[in-house]
């Protein structure tokens, strides 16, 4: 069910995710975290990033602004859902497009990003935290809407979510390519830490976070 929100003299929908908004969020996560590419590498690793965490994902809860996504959270408990599969597909097609016709240095970047964080995710899961079964796993805010409530809003939903599923907690994976700051100010704690770079200077971060229900 859609619900209305007055935010900054506009209207914002928040509703389930529908099929037809993949295109719009594979933009908008291209415009958020891949606007340094070329056009062809920002529009793969969109969809490469979408079709990703809409394959692992069980919740699914977007913002529209004037017909426009602006805003989603996914959340998932690491269950292979057998409805999610064609999200899986995409993902795999994008992925063996950029591997093979591409070929740039560019998708390697973003590959240790996420291979970063699935060691720290696979190593809080198997830990004995009772936070560690649900994970939020996707935030994304369009850059000209952050700082209006909308990342707020979207994170109450998938609280409000976690709480239907008697869920003890949840945590996330971030890095610092993301607003870290926005979970210390949830309430969120800092569960573990690794370097996305170890082998260079001041090297990005990706952390853990998780909170009690």
């Not at 990033?49 to 692992?56: C, K, P, Q, T």
């Not at 602004?65 to 599969?85: C, M, Q, R, S």
């Not at 945590?171 to 690794?194: H, M, P, R």
Request: charged fraction near 25%; hydrophobic fraction near 40%; glycine fraction near 6%.
């Amino acid at each position: 069910m859609a619900s209305n929100h007055k935010s900054q003299e506009q209207q914002i929908i928040y509703r389930p995710f529908v099929p037809t908004d993949f295109d719009q969020i594979c933009s908008l996560i291209a415009r958020v975290w891949y606007a340094d590419g070329s056009h062809e590498e920002s529009f793969l690793s969109g969809h490469i990033d979408a079709s990703y965490f809409l394959s692992v994902s069980k919740f699914l809860y977007v913002a529209e602004k004037n017909g426009a996504v602006v805003g989603l959270i996914f959340a998932g408990d690491g269950t292979a859902y057998p409805e999610n599969k064609p999200w899986r597909i995409i993902e795999v097609s994008a992925q063996d497009v950029a591997d093979t016709e591409i070929k740039s240095d560019y998708f390697q970047l973003g590959a240790q990003y996420i291979q970063t964080e699935a060691e720290l995710i696979d190593a809080f899961r198997n830990s004995d935290d009772p936070r560690s079964t649900w994970e939020v796993t996707l935030l994304c805010i369009d850059p000209h809407e952050q700082g209006k409530g909308i990342g707020g809003r979207l994170f109450s939903l998938a609280i409000d979510y976690f709480r239907t599923q008697h869920a003890s907690g949840f945590f996330l994976a971030t890095d610092d390519s993301c607003d870290v700051d926005f979970y210390d100010y949830k309430g969120l704690e800092q569960i573990s830490s690794a370097d996305v770079f170890p082998d260079q200077d001041n090297s990005v971060s990706a952390y853990i976070y998780a909170m009690e229900l």
